[in-house]
């Protein structure tokens, strides 16, 4: 009898948070379509169980002999949470539910070096004991699956640290951009002076009356990073324990093994322009399927079929204020106001999803938001919600959609670029900037903010906003958005991509 060929495994570790994790569940359902005999296993923390269970069941609907994926749960505490503990314990200026206070004012020398100091933590969010913990469960999950490759978050230090440790076959899978690898091994030592630093805000190429700030900047977080005292205490802790060196994303560019090769959810028509290193593998983006709108919600493909829908979504990590959506508010009905006086104008329509900071009222006729949009809220030409059941890249694939109003965050410049649509960005974080050059480099949308930065006001939204809805501008913009999402049909979708690499580095086993 014929011996039967063993199947291959595959262990994808990574954080819990979505915005990471979400490469990691959109890559497995692409690895199990192209693979269905592959045995897949996902560690991470408590909190994800549901949406990995998902993933599986989605696959075999359509893919029956897909085998399920099994869950590890990973003992420790979360990235988030420990970030929480950290900052509280630094004494690093925060507010409940946001990110040290550095992250959401302007660029600029003193806040860009207080958020760059502040950064540290990201990268080593746990002390002694919580990385021992976390590291111990994660090496023992690895040694129990004896998986044939293990595709880490890039962003883990725990995973990273652990995979370096045991010395076994992996490879990096990051939602981030390729500048985030490839600026330190530009020619030229152009990392330092040309290509913007972190949190610098700075467009491409770095001005030259702004490359001292920028060198300085790459410098100091340098500097910030050797004299940080969690990392060096976690790091001596580290040792003294488990005889492991602390690894961390730095080593990735710093100290990586020949044959590591990252995979990032980008490519290069996305990103500045930068030599990109061999090991460097652009996939595109990688983003979650999301079932059609007229499948998962037709009264709203109904409404969005009545005309041009602007679809404005800050996110559930960036709350507004009354006075901040007053001058959405106001950006909006100038918008609208404009473009309905137009020969031959559209019924322009606003799907707003909003996220309140603090208690106040938007669709009461007498409240503040409802004095400024009442009418169009009347006529149901400018819908105003806390929850919209659809994903986002739904919406934006719907054809309705003519523009996308954004914090400026990757998933959500990846999503509107995969669906060619324009976007204007509102930055609200101090990472966010760097998207929001990014398209107006491209040419496929523009800063709504860059004046009035981290905020926003209703004349130069407004005027941003009309740029890429009305006139020649708007044209322009429109046919290089749809080039570049044309582009990135033809590199093929971001996640088949990555899957394909990861199966290409976990060959079928011979007997």
């Given at each position: ?18 915005g ?91 806040n ?17 004991p ?17 998986a ?8 883990m ?95 990735l ?34 983003l ?11 009264k ?84 105003i ?22 914090h ?96 290409g ?7």
């Amino acid at each position: 009898m014929a011996s039967q060929t063993p199947p291959r495994k595959i262990l994808f570790l990574t954080n819990v948070e979505r915005g990471e994790a979400n490469v990691f569940l959109a890559t497995c359902d692409a690895v199990l379509r192209l693979a269905p005999s592959i045995r897949l296993h996902f560690a991470t923390f408590s909190g994800l169980e549901d949406a990995v269970a998902s993933v599986g069941r989605h696959v075999r609907e359509s893919v029956p002999q897909a085998e399920p994926i099994t869950f590890h749960k990973i003992d420790g505490i979360s990235m988030e949470d420990s970030l929480k503990q950290l900052f509280k314990r630094e004494k690093v200026p925060t507010r409940a539910g946001y990110p040290p206070n550095s992250y959401l004012e302007r660029p600029g020398i003193i806040n860009t070096t207080r958020a760059l100091r502040d950064t540290i933590p990201v990268f080593v969010p746990y002390n002694g004991p919580q990385m021992v913990e976390i590291f111990s469960s994660i090496c023992e999950t690895i040694k129990k699956v004896d998986a044939d490759l293990v595709v880490v978050n890039s962003l883990m230090t725990p995973g990273l640290t652990a995979c370096y440790h045991l010395g076994i076959k992996f490879t990096c899978l990051s939602p981030n951009s390729i500048k985030d690898f490839a600026a330190a091994v530009q020619p030229k030592a152009a990392g330092l002076w040309k290509v913007p630093a972190l949190f610098s805000g700075y467009t491409f190429p770095v001005p030259w009356y702004s490359r001292p700030a920028n060198i300085y900047y790459n410098i100091y977080g340098l500097f910030a990073w050797s004299r940080d005292n969690n990392r060096k205490q976690t790091e001596k802790y580290l040792a003294a324990q488990t005889g492991a060196t602390l690894r961390t994303p730095m080593d990735l560019t710093t100290n990586r093994p020949v044959w590591l090769k990252i995979l990032v959810s980008s490519l290069p028509e996305l990103d500045f322009p930068l030599a990109i290193p061999d090991y460097l593998i652009p996939c595109g983006p990688i983003l979650r399927d999301a079932s059609p709108i007229p499948e998962s919600d037709p009264k709203l493909e109904e409404w969005l079929a009545r005309g041009p829908t602007i679809y404005l979504n800050l996110g559930s990590i960036c709350p507004v204020t009354e006075g901040q959506a007053i001058e959405l508010a106001s950006a909006l009905k100038i918008v609208l106001d404009t473009l309905r006086v137009q020969p031959k104008a559209q019924n322009f329509q606003v799907l707003w999803k909003l996220k309140k900071l603090g208690n106040y009222e938007v669709l009461k006729p007498g409240s503040s938001i409802g004095k400024v949009l009442g009418q169009y809220i009347k006529l149901d030409s400018v819908r105003i919600v806390d929850w919209i059941q659809v994903e986002p890249i739904a919406i934006l694939q719907s054809g309705h959609a003519v523009c996308s109003v954004h914090h400026g965050g990757a998933n959500s410049f990846n999503e509107a670029v995969r669906a060619g649509v324009p976007q204007v960005i509102l930055p609200q974080w101090i990472d966010c900037y760097d998207y929001a050059e990014r398209v107006e480099m491209l040419g496929i949308g523009r800063l709504g903010s860059r004046k009035a930065k981290p905020r926003w006001t209703a004349n130069e939204l407004s005027q941003e906003l009309l740029y890429v809805l009305q006139g020649e501008s708007a044209i322009g913009v429109r046919q290089k958005a749809n080039e570049i999402a044309s582009l990135c049909d033809k590199n093929g979708i971001g996640a088949m991509v990555a899957a394909q690499t990861l199966l290409g580095e976990c060959p079928e086993k011979i007997l």
